[in-house]
């Protein structure tokens, strides 16, 4: 075996290499030098209590796809072709039976072979914790963040509700126009403004959904005053004496002290 090992910038100075923390890093590189001449690393459970580094640590590194892990234990580099380039005279194949499970892709990656694929273990990850992130389960070539608390899902983010604008006279004298209705649009305006713009006791949330409910409301149908009762006296007055129904007093239609009585009230 080779007793010498390099490392390809591209992937370690990658930014999804680089967000790891610094001890999973660490146990990236121990491996890389402990892996044999085909980057299998056949107790890497060893490596990780030499280093001091953590279940966690091992689980990212293959969550991030930079290791694959076997049913066995056993894990490859994923990158090694990459890496390294070892001459054919110093070259040692693997011993590991896990070599035939995977072939190398045109990047030089190593990847599951399809034919064998049912045989890894793709559901070893669960709840990885890293910081305050935590992975899901992850399956080669794809990795989940969507486990947030054991086991709990991340809850979709609620939409903001929109805020409400107060709107211009001339606005909703638009609006009305394009509706061509009859709502004032003053009146509309003054009377929300006086009770901040409310409807019962809930804000307003859509002016224009309450300038289509006057529509069909009271608020347009023009305002009648009442009569006193006075008028209505006079009224009662004038349709009498237009239906010539007026009784006249002793002095005659002649005299100064006619009286007419309408309703039993004497005028």
């Not at 689980?59 to 796809?65: D, F, I, P, T, W």
């Not at 990847?111 to 305050?132: A, R």
């Not at 054991?150 to 001339?170: A, M, Q, W």
């Not at 608020?219 to 004038?238: F, S």
Request: glycine share 4%; proline share 3%; aromatic share 8%.
């Amino acid at each position: 075996m080779a007793e010498r090992r390099m490392m390809a910038k591209s992937i370690i100075k990658s930014d999804q290499f680089l967000d790891m923390p610094a001890t999973t890093q660490n146990l990236y590189f121990h491996m890389l030098l402990d892996a044999d001449d085909d980057g299998f690393v056949n107790a890497p459970k060893s490596i990780m209590r030499i280093v001091g580094a953590k279940d966690d640590d091992m689980k990212l590194l293959v969550a991030k796809q930079f290791v694959i892990n076997f049913g066995s234990g056993v894990i490859v580099i994923k990158h090694w072709k990459i890496h390294n380039y070892i001459q054919s005279d110093r070259y040692k194949p693997s011993i590991q039976p896990e070599r035939k499970l995977l072939e190398i892709t045109a990047n030089k990656e190593y990847q599951l072979s399809t034919s064998h694929v049912s045989t890894m273990d793709t559901e070893c990850i669960q709840d990885v914790s890293v910081g305050k992130v935590r992975l899901g389960k992850a399956s080669i070539g794809k990795v989940r963040l969507d486990k947030t608390i054991e086991g709990e899902c991340e809850k979709p983010h609620s939409p903001k509700r929109k805020v409400f604008t107060k709107p211009t006279i001339d606005e909703i004298q638009d609006y009305c126009i394009e509706r061509n209705n009859n709502v004032n649009a003053e009146q509309f305006f003054d009377y929300y403004e006086s009770n901040g713009w409310k409807v019962g006791k809930n804000s307003m949330k859509d002016w224009k959904a309450a300038v289509r409910t006057w529509e069909r409301s009271e608020y347009r149908k023009p305002t009648t005053t009442k009569k006193t009762n006075t008028e209505q006296t006079l009224d009662a007055i004038y349709k009498v004496m237009n239906e010539s129904e007026v009784e006249y007093g002793e002095s005659g239609c002649n005299g100064s002290n006619s009286v007419i009585t309408v309703n039993d009230t004497k005028f």
